[in-house]
């Protein structure tokens, strides 16, 4: 029995939070949201010249890198550092593409609307994150401390979250009768902390105790 080629086994898999597929690369901007979202994310493999129900084309030529590195450099902020490797697949060219988890989250990418945004990885999908995302990495990334006040909304917060297994930001806001900046900021700190995790669900962005 013939091997298989290791992107075959890879293509396998199917498209998932850490994999996706392109027949082509014809749009920068709109790559550079998948760089985006890897990065924001677990990191994550994109082949190009394989369609969406697996099938390998085979890139048409140099041009496809090309319009990657656009994308990295021109416009994902800060630049989506990625990996890049070609590979000879029964005649076929498939260029695999490896960005890393960063550490130097938010990247932003052009949304649909041409504004800069943060997108994050969702199974197969990138969506955009949200405010309390782009404060948390923002905090992670300064060295010192950070102190977290036990106030009532936090009380609250933790007495509901014993009860449920996940809260939105728009329900802490009513649960602890505070306004929108005022849950954004405490939700990010608990994330921050590593007393909070987040996790998705129905692509909405929700929050979790650490078990």
């Not at 090309?66 to 800060?78: F, L, W």
């Not at 890393?100 to 969506?127: G, L, M, Q």
């Not at 996940?166 to 900046?181: E, G, H, T």
């Amino acid at each position: 029995m013939k091997k298989r080629h290791p992107i075959e086994e890879l293509i396998r898999e199917g498209e998932h939070q850490q994999l996706d597929f392109k027949f082509e690369v014809s749009d920068s901007r709109k790559i550079a949201r998948t760089l985006s979202a890897f990065a924001n994310t677990d990191g994550g493999r994109l082949l190009i010249g394989v369609k969406d129900n697996g099938n390998i084309s085979g890139v048409r030529s140099d041009e496809e890198y090309y319009m990657i590195e656009a994308a990295s450099t021109m416009y994902t902020h800060p630049a989506v550092p990625f990996t890049a490797h070609t590979w000879d697949v029964n005649g076929k060219t498939v260029l695999e593409i490896y960005v890393a988890p960063s550490p130097d989250r938010p990247h932003t990418a052009p949304s649909k609307d041409d504004t800069y945004k943060a997108f994050i990885r969702v199974k197969d999908e990138n969506i955009l994150a949200n405010e309390v995302l782009m404060l948390y990495w923002k905090k992670k990334q300064k060295p010192e401390g950070r102190l977290i006040r036990i106030s009532k909304p936090v009380e609250k917060l933790y007495a509901y979250l014993e009860e449920h297994p996940y809260i939105q930001l728009n329900q802490f806001c009513r649960l602890a009768r505070i306004n929108y900046y005022t849950a954004r900021n405490i939700l990010s700190d608990l994330l921050a902390v590593e007393s909070l995790q987040y996790s998705i669900i129905d692509k909405q962005i929700v929050y979790k105790r650490i078990s």
